[in-house]
C-alpha cells in the first residue's frame, strides 16, 4: 500500500497572491546582458531550469545540424481523454499556480486517481499538492500528472535538445468510459484542441522573448525550416497524431465507419495544421490496421477498450516470419473488466499465436498512400507486425524514405529495412542500462546506414519512466554537470519548494531529460551520447528526404504484356494486361503449374533498376527477372528462392531493355502464379 504523507497546505491568501502575481505582466528576466537565449520578460514566479551558460547553434564542418531529437512525446495530453485524466498543464496565462495543480476528484488524498490504480495497482493515493511543493508529484511512476511544464522543455532545449515530436494523442473509448470528464470524446475534437494550444504555447514563449518568432519553442512545417531554427539555437517542434481511430476510421464488428473520401479529408485538415507524422493505428484495431498488442494488465483494459468500441476482441494467430507482435498475457485488470456487459469475457490466448491476424486493410493502403502523395512521414510503431511488413513492402516499391520508429513499439527485426528505406528509429526512453544495451546491439547498423539515434519520451504518455538508480549506484550522476556540447552547466532542477535529481527521483518530469543523457554518457559511454547528438540530423534527412521523393514514372504503364498462359474463366479476364492496367482490382493469373512466365514489351529502350510485383493469394517462392534489348538475348538481373507473397520489390543495377521477363519457378501455393499489378522503374 502506498504511503500517503501529508503536509501544510498554502494559506488561501498566500494561494491568491501567488496566482495574482502569475496573472500580471512578466516581470524582467536576467536578460540585462542581451544574452539571446534568455527571455527579456519572465512570469513570477516561475519555474527555474537550473542550466547556466549559452546554448549552441549553428552548424557543424560538414554544414550538419546538432542536438538531440525526442521523437515522441505529448506536450498537451491532459486536453485529451476528456481533459482529466492527466492533469496539470503545459502553460498557464494564469501563472504556474494555474498550470501545476493537480485535478479536482485527486483531493484530498488521491484516492479517486482512478486510472493510477487501474494500470499500475495500489490504491493510487498520493498528496494532490502541485506548485510549490510538489510532494509526490510530478513522479516517474505516476501516469496522471504533468511532465511537460514549458520551463523543463526549456531545461531540455538548454541542454542540447533541438527536435521534438509533439504527438496529437487521445482516445475516444478511454475518455468515454472514464469516471471524470469535462468535455466531449470526440478524437479529431481534441486532436484540434492540442494543436491550437500548441501554437499558443508557442506565441506564450515568444511573448517572454519580446514578440513573435522571438522565442526558442518554433513549430516548423518542413525539414528546411526545421533546420534554420536548429542552426539558429532553438528548438524545432513538429506536429504529429496519435489516436486510436483518426477520420472516425473505426470498424463495428468488421465494418469500417470511414471511406476514402474521409481519409482525404481528415489528412489534408490534418495538414493544414501542420502535421507532418502520424499513426494510423493506436492501441485498438480499427477500419485502417491491427494493432501491436499491450501486454499484462494495461493490455486487458486495453483490449476491454477495443470491445467496447468495436464489438470485437484482439484476435491472434502463429506468425510466418521471425517478427511478432506482444505477448498479451492474462494479467486481469477488474476497473477495466467490470465495464464488459454482462456474461463477456476478455479471451484467453495461445502463447504460440503472437501476431494479429488484422494486417494493413484496403482502406489503410489508400491512406498510407495518401500520405505518401502528401510528402507525410509514417509511425509504424503501435502497428501489426502483419499491417507493418505491408507497409514497408508499398514503401520499398515506391522507394520512398518517410518511416519512423520513435519508440521501440515495432519488432526490433524490423530496423534495418527502416534504415534501408532511408527511415528514422528512436528508442523509448528507457533506463541507462537497458537503453544503452539496446543501443550498442543496433550501433553497427547506425554505422553501416550512416545515422544519428534518437528517444522518445512518450512523457504524459502513460507509459512509466526510468526509476532512479540511487546516488550510490555506480556511475551516478554528479551535479553540476556539462552540456554534451560543453557550453552549457546544468545544476539540479528546481521547481517552487521542490528540488529533482534524477539519482534519487528517476526521470519525474521533461526537465530530467538532459540528466538522463549524463547518466547514459556514465553508463554506457561516449559513443551512445554521439549518436544521439547526431539524431537532430538523422531525423531531418528522412523528412527531407520524404518531401523530395516524388512517384517515379512506371515504365510498365502502356506495355504490351504476354505470358506462357492465362486461366480460363467465363466470367473474368485473367489476361496477362490486366497485371499491368494500373487497376488493383483486376489481376493476371497463369495456369496451375510451376514454371510459368509473364513478358512485358515497354515500347523502346530504357533503364530499368527496379521490379515490382504485387501479389494475389496465389504467389511464387522461387522467381527471376530477365532482361533482354532484342527480346531474343536475355539477361538475368535479380532472382529469390524465398517469395513469401505481399508486395515485392527486385532492386539491381540499373541497365538497358526494352523487354522484361518474370520467370516462374516454384509456386507458393497450389494455385499458379497471379500478379494484381506488375510494376518496372528505373531506379
Known amino acids: 500500500m502506498t504511503t500517503y504523507r501529508t503536509r501544510r497546505h498554502l494559506g488561501v491568501v498566500s494561494l491568491l497572491l501567488l496566482v495574482l502575481a502569475a496573472a500580471l505582466a512578466p516581470t524582467p528576466g536576467s536578460a540585462a546582458d542581451g544574452d539571446w537565449w534568455d527571455p527579456v520578460a519572465r512570469p513570477a514566479p516561475d519555474s527555474g531550469t537550473g542550466?547556466?551558460?549559452?546554448?549552441?547553434?549553428?552548424?557543424?564542418?560538414?554544414?550538419?545540424?546538432?542536438?538531440?531529437?525526442?521523437?515522441?512525446?505529448h506536450i498537451m495530453a491532459n486536453e485529451a481523454f476528456g481533459g482529466r485524466l492527466i492533469c496539470g498543464k503545459a502553460f498557464s496565462t494564469k501563472g504556474i499556480a494555474d498550470a501545476l495543480k493537480d485535478c479536482p476528484e485527486h483531493y484530498p488524498d488521491g484516492s479517486l486517481a482512478i486510472f493510477d490504480f487501474i494500470t499500475g495497482g495500489g490504491d493510487g493515493r498520493h498528496d494532490p499538492v502541485?506548485?510549490?511543493?510538489?510532494?509526490?508529484?510530478?513522479a516517474h511512476d505516476s501516469l496522471t500528472h504533468q511532465q511537460n511544464y514549458y520551463a523543463w522543455i526549456e531545461r531540455a532545449w538548454r541542454g542540447g535538445q533541438r527536435v521534438m515530436v509533439n504527438d496529437l494523442v487521445t482516445n475516444g473509448v478511454i475518455c468515454s468510459v472514464y469516471f471524470f470528464k469535462d468535455r466531449g470524446c470526440d478524437e479529431m475534437t481534441s486532436i484540434r484542441l492540442q494543436a491550437k494550444l500548441t501554437y499558443d504555447m508557442q506565441a506564450y514563449v515568444d511573448g517572454m522573448y519580446g514578440g513573435p518568432g522571438k522565442g526558442w519553442f518554433r513549430i516548423v512545417t518542413d525539414s528546411a525550416q526545421a533546420r534554420d531554427v536548429v542552426a539558429q539555437g532553438k528548438l524545432a517542434v513538429v506536429l504529429g497524431v496519435e489516436t486510436s481511430e483518426p477520420f472516425g476510421c473505426k470498424q463495428v464488428l468488421d465494418v469500417a465507419q470511414c471511406d476514402r473520401a474521409d481519409i482525404d479529408a481528415g489528412l489534408d485538415e490534418l495538414y493544414a495544421l501542420g502535421v507532418r507524422s502520424m499513426f494510423l493505428c493506436h492501441k485498438f484495431d480499427n477500419a485502417l490496421c491491427g494493432v501491436r498488442f499491450d501486454e499484462g494488465a494495461l493490455g486487458t483494459a486495453i483490449n476491454v477498450g477495443q470491445f467496447l468500441s468495436t464489438g470485437t476482441f484482439w484476435r491472434t494467430e502463429k506468425c510466418t516470419g521471425p517478427q511478432a507482435?506482444?505477448?498479451?498475457g492474462l494479467a486481469s485488470a477488474p476497473g477495466a473488466e467490470k465495464e464488459l456487459p454482462a456474461g463477456v469475457e476478455v479471451p484467453s490466448y495461445d502463447e504460440d499465436a503472437r501476431c494479429n491476424v488484422r494486417g494493413l486493410t484496403e482502406l489503410g493502403e489508400y491512406a498510407v498512400r495518401g500520405m505518401m502523395e502528401r510528402n507525410m512521414m509514417l509511425e509504424i510503431d503501435h502497428m501489426s507486425v502483419k499491417a507493418t511488413g505491408r507497409v514497408l513492402d508499398i514503401f520499398e516499391a515506391a522507394s520512398y524514405p518517410g518511416v519512423i520508429s520513435s519508440h521501440s513499439w515495432m519488432d526490433l527485426d524490423w530496423t534495418e529495412r527502416v534504415y534501408g528505406l532511408g527511415g528514422f528509429a528512436a528508442q523509448y526512453m528507457h533506463g541507462s542500462e537497458g537503453f544503452v544495451d539496446e543501443a550498442d546491439r543496433t550501433e553497427a547498423l547506425r554505422d553501416e546506414y550512416g545515422v544519428g539515434y534518437g528517444y522518445g519520451t512518450d512523457m504524459n504518455g502513460v507509459g512509466g519512466w526510468p526509476a532512479p538508480r540511487g546516488a550510490d549506484a555506480p556511475d551516478a550522476v554528479t551535479y553540476p554537470f556539462r552540456s554534451v556540447d560543453g557550453g552549457s552547466v546544468l545544476d539540479r532542477q528546481t521547481t517552487g519548494e521542490r528540488t529533482w535529481d534524477l539519482n534519487t527521483d528517476g526521470a519525474a518530469h521533461y526537465g530530467l531529460v538532459p540528466d538522463?543523457?549524463?547518466?547514459?554518457?556514465?553508463v554506457g559511454g561516449q559513443h551512445v551520447v554521439d549518436d544521439l547528438f547526431k539524431g537532430a540530423e538523422s531525423y531531418l534527412d528522412t523528412w527531407g528526404a520524404s518531401e523530395r521523393h516524388r512517384a517515379g514514372e512506371n515504365l510498365a504503364d502502356g506495355a504490351t504484356a504476354t505470358a506462357s498462359s492465362a486461366e480460363w474463366n467465363p466470367f473474368t479476364s485473367y489476361a496477362p494486361g490486366r497485371a499491368v492496367d494500373g487497376d488493383r482490382g483486376t489481376r493476371w493469373a497463369s495456369d496451375w503449374s510451376d514454371d510459368q512466365w509473364l513478358r512485358l514489351d515497354l515500347g523502346a529502350t530504357r533503364q530499368v533498376g527496379r521490379v515490382t510485383l504485387d501479389w494475389e493469394r496465389a504467389y511464387g517462392t522461387s522467381y527471376r527477372v530477365d532482361l533482354s534489348t532484342d527480346g531474343v538475348d536475355w539477361r538475368t538481373v535479380w532472382s529469390t528462392a524465398s517469395g513469401d507473397g505481399g508486395l515485392d520489390t527486385a532492386v539491381f543495377t540499373p541497365a538497358p531493355a526494352r523487354h522484361l521477363r518474370v520467370r516462374f519457378l516454384d509456386r507458393g501455393t497450389e494455385w499458379g502464379y497471379s500478379l494484381r499489378e506488375a510494376?518496372?522503374?528505373?531506379r
Request: hydrophobic share 35%; proline share 9%; glycine share 14%.
Open 130 to 138: 502541485g506548485w510549490p511543493t510538489f510532494e509526490d508529484w510530478p
Open 51 to 73: 542550466v547556466a551558460g549559452e546554448p549552441f547553434k549553428g552548424t557543424n564542418a560538414a554544414g550538419e545540424v546538432r542536438g538531440f531529437v525526442d521523437a515522441h512525446n
Open 679 to 682: 510494376g518496372v522503374h528505373g
Open 516 to 522: 538522463w543523457i549524463e547518466d547514459i554518457r556514465r
Open 325 to 328: 507482435d506482444n505477448p498479451i
